[in-house]
C-alpha cells in the first residue's frame, strides 16, 4: 500500500525560530497534499491544500505568512512554521492523495514551542 | 458544503461486546464517507471507505459500516470488541475520493475494558 514519511516525528523548539516538516509520499505521486492541525483530544483541522508547483490554498483563519508550505515535486511537501510561538504547540499531520489510493496520512510530528 | 457529526465523543463496551461508532453527515453531493483510527501521537488509518458502491462496506480488522443514505449515518460497528480497538475513531467526508479536501468530525475515543 502507499506509505507517507513525515519527518521528524517529534521536534522542540525555542520561541522566535522556525521549524521545517516534511511530508514524502514514498511509492507514489502525490497531486495533492493536506496539511492538518490536531489540538489534544480534538479533530484535525485543514490548514492548507497544497499542490505541485502552485502556491498553497489556506484554509479561513490560517495565517500563510506563518505557516509556510512548499511542494516542489509530487512526492514533497514541507510545512515551516515560521518565528514560531507556544501557541503553536500541537500535532501536525499531511496527507498526500492520489487517484489510486486515496486519501494516505502521514505519521504525524508533535512540535512544542518552549 | 460536507459535514459529519458523530455522536458520543466517549463510548466504553466491554471486551468482547459489540461496537457502535454513530456517524451522521450532511453533503450537498453524493458523498464519499471515511472511517479512520488514531493512536496515540500517531497519524490516521483508514479503516474502510464509501464510495457509492455496495452500501454495506467492510473493512480491516472486523469493523464494517452501512450507508443509509435515507437516515444520512455511516455507522461503524465490530460484532466483538478487542481490547487493541481502543482508539480514537474518526468518521470524514468529502464531495470525492480523491482530490477534495476531508472533513472530519469531532472523534470517538472507544474505551475497551475487561
Known amino acids: 500500500g502507499a506509505v507517507v514519511s513525515q519527518h521528524p516525528s517529534w521536534v522542540i523548539c525555542k520561541s522566535g525560530t522556525s521549524v521545517k516538516i516534511e511530508c514524502r509520499s514514498l511509492?507514489?505521486?502525490?497531486?495533492?497534499m493536506f496539511w492538518y492541525r490536531q489540538f489534544p483530544k480534538q479533530s484535525l483541522m485543514l490548514m492548507a491544500t497544497?499542490?505541485?508547483?502552485?502556491?498553497?490554498?489556506?484554509e479561513q483563519g490560517v495565517e500563510k505568512d506563518k505557516f509556510l508550505i512548499n511542494h516542489a515535486s509530487l512526492t514533497l511537501s514541507t510545512l515551516t512554521v515560521t518565528s514560531a510561538h507556544p501557541e503553536d504547540s500541537s500535532f501536525y499531520i499531511c496527507?498526500?492523495?492520489?487517484?489510486?489510493?486515496?486519501?494516505?496520512f502521514g505519521s504525524g510530528t508533535r512540535l512544542t514551542v518552549v | 458544503a460536507q459535514s459529519v457529526t458523530q455522536l458520543g465523543s466517549h463510548v466504553s463496551v466491554s471486551e468482547g461486546a459489540l461496537v457502535l461508532l454513530r456517524c451522521n453527515y450532511s453533503?450537498?453531493?453524493?458523498?464519499?464517507l471515511f472511517w479512520y483510527v488514531q493512536y496515540p501521537n500517531q497519524g490516521l488509518q483508514l479503516l474502510l471507505k464509501?464510495?457509492?458502491?455496495?452500501?454495506l462496506v467492510k473493512g480491516i480488522n472486523g469493523f464494517e459500516a452501512e450507508f443509509k443514505k435515507s437516515e444520512t449515518s455511516f455507522h461503524l460497528t465490530k460484532p466483538s470488541a478487542h481490547m487493541s480497538d481502543a482508539a480514537e475513531y474518526f468518521c470524514?467526508?468529502?464531495?470525492?475520493?480523491?482530490?477534495?479536501?476531508?472533513?472530519f468530525g469531532t472523534g470517538t475515543r472507544l474505551q475497551v475494558t475487561l
Open positions: 496527507s498526500a492523495v492520489d487517484n489510486v489510493y486515496g486519501y494516505t
Open positions: 511509492d507514489f505521486q502525490a497531486t495533492t
Open positions: 497544497s499542490n505541485e508547483g502552485s502556491k498553497a490554498t489556506y
Open positions: 453533503s450537498s453531493v453524493p458523498p464519499y
Open positions: 464509501y464510495t457509492s458502491a455496495a452500501t
Open positions: 470524514a467526508v468529502s464531495g470525492d475520493g480523491t482530490a477534495s479536501k476531508l472533513t
